[in-house]
């Protein structure tokens, strides 16, 4: 204090190491111009000054008033970062593109141990939709019923597949429909996708609760007639950074026993590309 002029200064240090300083002035004696006593305030972040105010300084107030600058300016301080946050809540596209891809490949693997004749497969990753849709037999003996008119038929799908970075993804389901002494009829899938701790691009997802697809599967002379579209829902999680939970919405589609293609989006990223 010196004279008539009190100075108090807080200083604090944000998040982002940005340096916030108020700094007050109580002029306890008015200006002949000043009816009354005054408080003069200004708020600096990185010695740069973004606020001012200044108010009638009535002794038993002051107190009070510096109180509510300094929470003024421990917001301002906090929203200092807003603009490059840490942490963010959304995946990235890559790491979208991995999931999708993930829960394809595990889908895939399904299919194949639906064949009597197709060993599981080592590499499953090697093996797109299509073509795995291509090795299921859809005249068993072991999961067709046969009636007077061909063929009742529920194949079970099952596999669980391990992740990249730990986890698993494990599918369940079938393929139910009937089908003619000639070779042809109408199938329809009901498939679950539950990811366990399935790490994949530095994100680990799980289900929340499931991820499903259903599709409907024509068949002429005892194969697949494509195009064959399937579609995709269900919620996942994730984390742990960025971490949260959000939709599926893809679409598989089937061109040919060589040609598969996925399109829409997880977590609200677009996924594109083949499966």
């Known amino acids: 204090m010196s004279g008539c002029i009190e100075t108090i200064r807080h200083r604090l240090t944000g998040k982002n190491r940005n340096i916030t300083t108020i700094e007050c002035e109580n002029r306890r004696c008015p200006a002949p111009d000043t009816p009354k006593a005054t ?7 990185r010695g740069k000054r973004r606020f001012a105010m200044v108010f009638s300084s009535e002794a038993p107030m002051l107190r009070k008033k510096i109180v509510s600058a300094l929470l003024f300016a421990v917001a301002s301080m906090l929203c200092a970062g ?3 946050p840490s942490h963010s809540d959304t995946l990235s ?3 979208a593109q991995a999931i999708s891809q993930q829960v394809s490949q595990a889908v895939a693997q399904a299919l194949s141990t639906a064949s009597a004749s197709q060993p599981l497969l080592a590499e499953p990753s090697a093996r797109s939709l299509s073509a795995a849709l291509g090795d299921v037999r859809w005249a068993q003996s072991s999961a067709c019923t046969v009636n007077s008119t061909g063929q009742s038929c529920n194949i079970p799908l099952s596999a669980s597949v391990p992740c990249p970075g730990g986890g ?14 000639s070779g042809t009829g109408s199938f329809v899938t009901q498939i679950t996708i539950t990811p366990a701790n399935c790490t994949v691009s530095n994100v680990t997802f799980n289900g929340a609760p499931d991820i499903t697809i259903a ?7 005892s194969a697949p007639s494509f195009p064959v579209t399937l579609l995709e829902g269900g919620g996942i999680s994730f984390g742990p950074n960025p971490s949260g939970s959000c939709q599926l919405n893809v679409t598989y589609t089937l061109n040919s026993l060589t040609s598969c293609t996925v399109s829409g989006t997880v977590c609200g990223k677009p996924v594109n590309g083949s499966c």
């Open 82 to 84: 807003c603009g490059s």
């Open 93 to 95: 596209t890559a790491q």
């Open 215 to 221: 599709g409907t599967i024509n068949i002429t002379n």
């Open 39 to 45: 408080v003069r305030c200004k708020i600096l972040v």
């Open 168 to 181: 698993t993804v494990s599918v369940s389901g079938d393929i139910q429909g009937m089908l003619s002494s």
